[in-house]
């Protein structure tokens, strides 16, 4: 599907891209809610934008849910924004899905090496419901698209006038219309009075831009050290990944009887040890004993830093898609995890 329209004629130019979610569902015959509103009809529908005076072109992307929203879906958005950059367009504002918004947001930043914004939002409350939210956010989306202060962010969430580093949010609530936190630092600024307002910016961006020749299929896992686990989720483990992500307790780490296993894998794919708290740095030094952050480590698993385990994995993803080999992912993720001077 795809539709363009044009609302204002003005200096700066923004394209939005609509993939749908809950911020286009509406009530089908059974009364639940599903995808249904147009990009064009959500832009239409928010109080006050055309009072901005910003060029709005409209595409209807996609219309799925957040949670069915794939790598080629991310790949296809990702040459279309570059397309419009190239076509001179001042900034991208995407509309989808909250459930995937942390991840896409992260992949779409890794490859986004253009000084313009990227500006991804969306709706936790359904336009059926009192107090939908996406208006608001949507509003906000576009002033901060649109603003020179969002220029060289690489790609930011804009929700509840929170204006958040693709590299740090989370989605950590389920229901509440202020769901997305960023641990590690916090949000970068806000919208305050309808202006962008940013406080700190993120240092070091890590980018690695892709061409399609290295578009390939990769596997990757991601398995979350619980109590008593005894790691009997490895057999095979080769035979099915290309690579793995380990969610594990506190500064990263795993009960002793796994860490041999572990280290088997990880001579053969590469292995990140990111923390399941979600907050924080896995550590490299303190702890010592089997199955601790050093003791894997120096069996060469491969720090996450302060990236949180889904972060972790499109990382490892985006670089194994891209052909890299196991000194550029360590070298990667030395920076994308904040354990290189910047």
């Known amino acids: 599907m795809?539709?363009?329209?044009?609302?204002?004629?003005?200096?700066?130019?923004?394209?939005v891209f609509g993939l749908g979610g809950t911020i286009s569902m509406t009530a089908n015959d059974n009364g639940g809610v599903v995808p249904a509103l147009s990009a064009?009809?959500?832009?239409?529908?928010?109080?006050?934008?055309?009072?901005?005076?910003?060029?709005?072109?409209?595409?209807?992307?996609?219309?799925?849910?957040?949670?069915?929203?794939?790598?080629?879906?991310?790949?296809?958005?990702?040459?279309?924004?570059?397309?419009?950059?190239?076509?001179?367009?001042?900034?991208?504002?995407?509309?989808?899905?909250?459930?995937?918004i942390e991840e896409t947001a992260y992949l779409l930043d890794l490859v986004h090496d253009r000084p313009q914004p990227v500006v991804v939002t969306g709706a936790m409350r359904n336009p059926t419901l009192a107090g939908a939210d996406g208006p608001a956010n949507l509003l906000a989306a576009v002033r901060t698209a649109a603003s020179p202060q969002a220029r060289d962010l690489g790609v930011v969430v804009v929700f509840a006038d929170e204006i958040h580093a693709a590299s740090r949010v989370r989605k950590a609530h389920s229901t509440s219309a202020c769901p997305f936190q960023s641990a590690n630092g916090g949000p970068l600024g806000y919208v305050v009075e309808g202006r962008p307002r940013v406080l700190n910016h993120p240092f070091g961006?890590?980018?690695?831009?892709?061409?399609?020749?290295?578009?390939?299929?990769?596997?990757?896992?991601?398995?979350?050290?619980?109590?008593?686990?005894?790691?009997?989720?490895?057999?095979?483990?080769?035979?099915?990944?290309?690579?793995?992500?380990?969610?594990?307790?506190?500064?990263?780490?795993?009960?002793?009887?796994?860490?041999?296993?572990?280290?088997?894998?990880?001579?053969?794919?590469?292995?990140?040890?990111?923390?399941?708290?979600g907050a924080g740095s896995v550590l490299a030094r303190t702890y010592a004993y089997a199955g601790s952050e050093s003791d894997l480590l120096s069996r060469g698993l491969i720090s996450a830093g302060f990236l949180d385990p889904l972060k972790a994995r499109i990382l490892l993803r985006h670089l194994l898609v891209g052909g890299h080999d196991r000194s550029a992912v360590?070298?990667?993720?030395?920076h994308a995890g904040g354990h290189v001077d910047q």
């Open 40 to 100: 064009k009809q959500l832009v239409a529908s928010v109080p006050g934008l055309d009072d901005t005076g910003i060029c709005l072109e409209v595409e209807d992307f996609r219309r799925v849910p957040g949670s069915c929203l794939g790598f080629d879906d991310l790949a296809a958005l990702s040459d279309a924004i570059d397309q419009r950059f190239r076509q001179g367009v001042d900034g991208v504002v995407i509309i989808q899905g909250t459930d995937t």
């Open 330 to 334: 360590q070298a990667a993720f030395m």
């Open 2 to 15: 795809s539709a363009s329209d044009v609302t204002v004629s003005s200096d700066q130019r923004l394209t």
């Open 205 to 277: 961006r890590t980018v690695v831009p892709m061409v399609d020749a290295q578009r390939r299929a990769v596997e990757i896992g991601l398995v979350t050290m619980v109590l008593g686990d005894t790691g009997w989720w490895l057999d095979g483990a080769t035979d099915r990944l290309d690579g793995l992500v380990i969610a594990g307790f506190g500064a990263g780490h795993v009960p002793d009887r796994v860490a041999d296993a572990l280290a088997e894998v990880a001579s053969r794919i590469p292995v990140v040890l990111s923390s399941r708290t």
